[in-house]
């Protein structure tokens, strides 16, 4: 929900307007930090009116950002998904000029530690919550190179769905993907996985059950939307024609495209 169409929690709102990821956010309101028009909350559920309500957080007033930013990344290995790291590690946000980071802007869903890739960055808190939707968010292309030589048998069972352990110990069928085999080396196998789940760790989960961990992994394409040529560590602004073509119910199936001369790549910090 945005801030124009009526009442939203206060902790994804917090998490919206850049404060923290969403559960930091939780944790900052439980712990009493959180004011609502000067009374303090420890609800995190709690529905306020962005427009209407004053929100601090420790006294410091916060509001959801005016202009809205839309960045692509090409997130190198070593760096966290997230605003702030409580162990110090280099969150992708680090790979932004000083005059970005200021803005609010957070990553919409998460690529870990050791995955590199297409990563999404944005102040507009309603394109994120449709990017991440089960419902409506696009395809993610990958392209993975696992230990062996997966049998056609093999890439069936990742195409029909396999069984997953998630971190509670819970059991997961996976949905189905569209898998195929790119080129084999020596000793491993490059393939091609398009999915719309986002579970975490889930495709290093779904190879390593059938017997074929993942060496690399490197997200190449969101929707319509594709990595191209990217330096690791560099970003762009989104075009506004690539802007609504994530939103577009198309979206939901990866196509190739490429970024337009305009829009030149910057150089992240690594």
């Known amino acids: 929900m945005s801030a124009s169409t009526g009442r939203e929690r206060l902790a994804r709102f917090l998490a919206h307007a850049g404060v923290a990821s969403r559960r930091h956010a939780e944790a900052l309101i439980r712990s009493g930090r959180v004011q609502v028009n000067g009374e303090t ?6 529905r306020i ?8 957080v420790d006294g410091r007033p916060i509001q959801a950002p005016k202009h809205h930013l839309y960045l692509m990344l090409h997130k190198p290995a ?18 932004l000029p000083k005059q970005l980071r200021h803005l609010r802007l957070y990553p919409v869903g998460r690529l870990d530690l050791e995955t590199t890739g297409l990563l999404l960055l944005t102040n507009d808190g309603e394109f994120a919550l449709q990017m991440t939707h089960p419902r409506f ?3 993610k292309r990958y392209r993975v190179l696992v230990r062996g030589h997966p049998s056609p048998n093999t890439l069936e069972q990742l195409r029909q769905g396999v ?6 110990g819970h059991l997961y069928r996976t949905a189905p993907v569209g898998v195929r085999q790119l080129r084999r080396t020596a000793t491993g196998t490059w393939l091609e996985l398009c999915l719309h789940e986002g579970r975490k760790r889930q495709i290093r989960r779904m190879l390593a059950s ?7 992994l490197q997200r190449v394409a969101i929707g319509p939307l594709t990595l191209g040529d990217l330096a690791p560590g560099a970003w762009r602004p989104l075009t506004e ?28 910090r690594t």
């Open 49 to 56: 009116d962005p427009e209407r309500d004053r929100i601090t």
């Open 137 to 139: 968010s696009p395809e």
């Open 41 to 46: 909350v420890t609800t995190p559920a709690t």
């Open 78 to 95: 070593g760096y966290v998904s997230t605003v702030s790291d409580p162990q110090g590690r280099p969150t992708v946000l680090d790979l």
């Open 210 to 216: 059938v017997g074929h961990p993942v060496l690399e």
């Open 241 to 268: 024609a690539e802007i609504a073509a994530l939103r577009s119910p198309r979206s939901q199936t990866a196509s190739p495209s490429t970024a337009p001369p305009s829009a030149k790549p910057k150089k992240g």
């Open 163 to 168: 069984m997953i352990k998630e971190d509670d």
